[in-house]
């Protein structure tokens, strides 16, 4: 490979010299032009992952993750709950730091290569996140392992449009979910109480069944058991059609 690339030689000098690597990490755009050069890129991942200087590999995967961080091009999150998407991101830079040796300059840059792990960390969160709600709600476990009790998680990336689009539904299928009611308490049917669940989703992303309870009037304990056995598989149905 070729060592007289400019950009390559913009890396060797931050690689060196600590005042050179601050300067080049104050230029976002440049950092973009080096992690869209394959040369570039493929030069700084052999400093890193394939050399036997120890005190190297190390200067060279700092100043990675710094460039990364600098560059401005990690994905934010958009829409994604911000505990949501810190938890992702934190769990995405373990990751990237265990299987960076697995990483190919040649496919993609590294920053890409990252935002691809971190869009697939959020959804793990939020499954996650979802099944220990479940837990929490004591219910038996073979109706804890049905997933059709459970709404599904809306995609990470579009967490506020997806919540909007689910209200219209249940807004737009009154006659079916509204005539779904608690027994003891006929004033309660599933389209409120989805409407309640999913205002408080779209704000928060969790609720609380004793909140919701207390709204209504209504034992916490009948209206998870009527929510996760009527309304939820309901929702699932309206979402398949």
């Known amino acids: 490979m070729c060592n007289n690339s400019p950009l390559i030689g913009l890396l060797q000098a931050a690689l060196n010299n600590?005042?050179?690597?601050?300067?080049?990490?104050?230029?976002?755009?440049?950092?973009?032009?080096?992690?869209?050069?394959?040369?570039?890129?493929?030069?700084?991942?052999?400093?890193?992952?394939?050399?036997?200087?120890?005190?190297?590999?190390?200067?060279?995967?700092?100043?990675?993750?710094?460039?990364?961080?600098?560059?401005?091009?990690?994905?934010?999150?958009?829409?994604?709950?911000?505990?949501?998407?810190?938890?992702?991101?934190?769990?995405?830079?373990?990751?990237?730091?265990?299987?960076?040796?697995?990483?190919?300059?040649?496919?993609?840059?590294?920053?890409?290569?990252?935002?691809?792990?971190?869009?697939?960390?959020?959804?793990?969160v939020i499954q996650e996140r979802a099944k220990e709600q479940g837990r929490r709600l004591n219910l038996p476990a073979d109706e804890e392992d049905n997933e059709s009790i459970y709404p599904p998680a809306p995609e990470p990336d579009r967490w506020h449009e997806?919540?909007?689009?689910?209200?219209?539904?249940?807004?737009?299928?009154?006659?079916?979910l509204s005539n779904c009611r608690m027994q003891s308490h006929p004033y309660v049917n599933c389209q409120v109480l989805l409407i309640d669940i999913l205002k408080v989703l779209g704000d928060s992303g969790e609720f609380s069944w004793d909140d919701l309870a207390q709204k209504y009037g209504v034992e916490p304990l009948a209206l998870k058991r009527f929510c996760k056995t009527r309304c939820f598989p309901l929702f699932r149905k309206l979402l398949l059609e």
């Open 18 to 124: 600590p005042i050179e690597s601050s300067r080049l990490l104050q230029q976002p755009k440049k950092l973009q032009e080096i992690m869209n050069d394959i040369p570039a890129r493929q030069w700084l991942f052999e400093q890193a992952c394939q050399t036997d200087d120890l005190n190297q590999a190390k200067r060279a995967k700092d100043l990675i993750i710094n460039m990364m961080r600098s560059s401005r091009s990690i994905w934010y999150g958009g829409g994604i709950l911000p505990d949501v998407y810190s938890q992702a991101l934190s769990r995405t830079w373990i990751w990237f730091m265990e299987h960076i040796g697995e990483y190919n300059p040649a496919l993609a840059s590294f920053v890409t290569w990252f935002n691809r792990r971190l869009r697939g960390m959020i959804q793990d």
């Open 162 to 176: 997806t919540i909007q689009e689910w209200l219209e539904l249940v807004r737009n299928n009154s006659h079916l």
